[in-house]
């Protein structure tokens, strides 16, 4: 089992930055990747990044690309992720996932286990 816990969410103003925290503890060495998902009122789940542990190679979501940042002290335990120009568009809660296998890691299918989310809300 692994478990996720999610941290570092809140309000800012648009074209403000927030950086999420995703601690992962358990099973942590059978991490093939962790990634980030958001889902705001009313719309499915959405890919915003993901981390390779292996070798920490990344993928981003087009609509996140130039502004958001994932990154890893170690890629089998922590995870973050840096939001810069944040949008009003942007304000979903937050959902860090680990997975077992992968290929893209950027369906949300690929992931086994889930954090609970952290809000993130950005006011124009």
């Known amino acids: 089992q692994v478990q996720l816990e999610e941290s570092g969410g809140g309000l800012v103003q648009a074209g403000g930055s927030l950086r999420l925290s995703c601690a992962a503890s358990?099973?942590?060495?059978?991490?093939?990747?962790m990634g980030w998902f958001r889902q705001a009122p009313g719309k499915e789940r959405e890919f915003v990044a993901a981390?390779?542990?292996?070798?920490?190679?990344?993928n981003y979501a087009d609509s996140v690309k130039g502004r958001f940042t994932i990154s890893s002290d170690s890629p089998k335990s922590t995870v973050y992720l840096q939001m810069n120009s944040l949008k009003p568009e942007d304000t979903a809660v937050y959902l860090c996932?680990?997975?077992?296998?992968?290929?893209?890691?950027?369906?949300?299918?690929?992931?086994?286990?889930w954090g609970q989310g952290t809000q993130v809300t950005v006011s124009s």
């Open positions: 981390m390779r542990s292996s070798d920490g190679d990344t």
């Open positions: 358990g099973r942590t060495f059978r991490i093939y990747g």
């Open positions: 996932a680990a997975a077992l296998y992968g290929r893209s890691l950027s369906t949300s299918d690929e992931y086994d286990y």
